[in-house]
């Protein structure tokens, strides 16, 4: 399937918008919007689609937020083939109350999704953010596009455009209209 499944929990808001920002960019048009808390049934919604966007921003203390974690287990327990699909994570944070685990949930996300078989894509470079540790770091990379509206709410839009380019190579096809 060409269209593109963005899958997201958020809190307080900031990962949804990035959701609907990123759904903008791509095209309204071929993007399909959950969230996780209200619309997510089971992966077989999830598994309709050849390439994902999953959003999750972190919370506790580097844990994925709270809508994210029932599907979690219920993905390590019933293993569901991920193979074949192609996911990037994205996700908010907060590098100034918790970089000691700056917006490692994206890094949860990325294994456990790798795990099923998934490739993983959407790599982001690490220049331009300040943060102690992030479980989401991998080879001087994240594994996904962090952003934290709490302190510089004014590079998100920015982060989003470079990382949606990034992601071009990669993306399915449009259909023609
Ligand atoms: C209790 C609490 C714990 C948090 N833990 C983390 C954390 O471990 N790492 C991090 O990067 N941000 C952490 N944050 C910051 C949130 O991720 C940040 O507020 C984010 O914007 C929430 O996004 P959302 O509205 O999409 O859920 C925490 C925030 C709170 C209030």
């Known amino acids: 399937m060409s269209r593109i499944g963005i899958f997201y929990g958020s809190s307080s808001g900031v990962t949804k918008s990035a959701a609907e920002k990123l759904a903008e960019l791509l095209g309204e048009d071929r993007c399909d919007l959950y969230s ?10 999830m598994l309709d689609y050849d390439f994902l966007l999953f959003g ?10 709270n809508d ?9 327990n019933d293993k569901p083939d991920f193979s074949g699909k192609t996911i990037a994570v994205f996700g908010a944070g907060d590098y100034v109350s918790h970089g ?9 996300l990325h294994d456990k999704f790798k795990a099923r078989g998934a490739t993983l894509v959407g790599a982001f ?16 990379q994240f ?15 920015e982060r989003l455009e470079r990382w949606v380019a990034s ?7 449009a259909e023609e209209a």
Do not use: H
């Not at 996780?36 to 919604?45: N, S, T």
């Not at 999750?56 to 937020?65: D, F």
């Not at 974690?69 to 390590?76: I, T």
């Open 125 to 140: 470079p690490t220049e331009g953010y300040t943060y102690k540790y992030s479980f989401a770091e991998r080879d001087g």
């Open 36 to 45: 996780m808390e209200e619309d997510f049934v089971d992966f077989d919604e």
């Open 100 to 108: 000691e685990q700056f917006v490692s949930a994206l890094g949860i």
């Open 56 to 65: 999750c921003s972190t919370w506790g203390s580097g844990e994925v937020q």
């Open 143 to 157: 594994v996904g596009l962090p952003f934290d509206d709490v302190n510089e709410a004014d590079k998100t839009a």
């Open 68 to 76: 994210w974690r029932d599907p979690l287990l219920d993905l390590d």
């Open 167 to 173: 992601l071009q190579a990669v993306l399915p096809e």
